[in-house]
């Protein structure tokens, strides 16, 4: 039942009321009366802080401890008890960082896209779509595995840039879809080499020039342009082709603020 404004102040003054003939008739211990008064938001009560506000504080100062476990049981309380409290939003974007911070991008992806539809106006939608982008980029694998994460990576970060062109996150994230399609590259040429390798000629030459006709500024490039060449002329490909193949993965995405954008790039910090 939802109570108005009026009928909460009208239940509370009750309340206090029948706490007050309580103590004064003796009928009561302090762990009743502490409990009744709990119900008011009032005294200390034994399951801890009763209010949003002292959750999300609680919260805040776990998190910003590194506590993330303990500051997401804080944030899900509030979502749960208070959801439509003044900080249920910042309890719902803190649980996201929260799994984000422990490496659960997958639950941490889902808590931000649930963010997103709850709050389309909210300020922070910038940063949540830069944090969905994350949530992919993180679990980058090496270029000879599946590369659906660099390719949902890519389209993330390029939602956020369409949509929020003149966010703090611009640089940032035209950077990381810089290294994606890098990486995105250096998967397309690892599959040319294989079909080398089988003698699948044809099947090597399709995806050498689709790599080049799609990352054109790829750092295989000229690997690539040279492979290509060599298959096209009908040149035997000797047992050297093994240095075609890239020695990298994921390339370090900081290396693109200087080449692409012309300034320096932010210090470098221990991806999380």
């Known amino acids: 039942m939802i109570f108005s404004k009026r009928n909460r102040r009208l239940f509370r003054a009750c309340v206090l009321a029948l706490v ?19 119900w008011v938001g009032f005294g200390s ?18 998190f910003n401890n590194g506590n993330y476990s303990a500051a997401l049981k804080r944030f899900a309380e509030i979502k749960d008890r208070f959801p439509f409290s003044d900080v249920a939003p910042l309890a719902e974007l803190k649980a996201a960082d929260s799994n984000f911070y422990m490496d659960k991008f997958t639950e941490a992806k889902t808590m931000y896209e649930e963010f997103e539809s709850n709050h389309p106006t909210n300020e922070a939608v910038p940063y949540v779509l ?15 595995r599946d590369p659906g994460n660099a390719d949902n990576a890519v389209q993330a970060f390029e939602r956020l840039n369409r949509s929020y062109p003149k966010s703090p996150y611009f640089v940032e994230a035209s950077a990381r879809i810089r290294a994606a399609r890098d990486f995105l590259a250096q998967h ?13 000629d044809k099947q ?30 009908g040149k035997a490909i000797d047992k050297g082709w093994r240095r075609f193949v890239p020695t990298v993965s994921l390339p370090d995405w900081h290396s693109f603020f200087t080449s692409a954008f012309g300034i320096l790039p932010p210090s470098k910090a221990p991806e999380k």
């Open 204 to 233: 090597a030459e399709g995806r050498l020039e689709y790599l080049l006709a799609t990352y054109p500024e790829a750092s295989v490039r000229p690997q690539a342009t040279e492979l290509l060449a060599q298959l096209k002329a």
């Open 45 to 62: 009560g034994a399951g801890g802080p009763q209010t949003a506000d002292d959750l999300a504080t609680e919260g805040m100062t776990e």
């Open 188 to 200: 397309e040429f690892y599959v040319a080499t294989f079909y080398v390798r089988t003698e699948e």
């Open 130 to 144: 830069f944090q969905i982008g994350m949530c992919y980029y993180q679990q980058i694998g090496t270029y000879d």
């Open 20 to 38: 007050m003939m309580t103590a004064a008739t003796g009928l009561s211990g302090c762990a009743t009366l502490d409990t009744m008064l709990g």
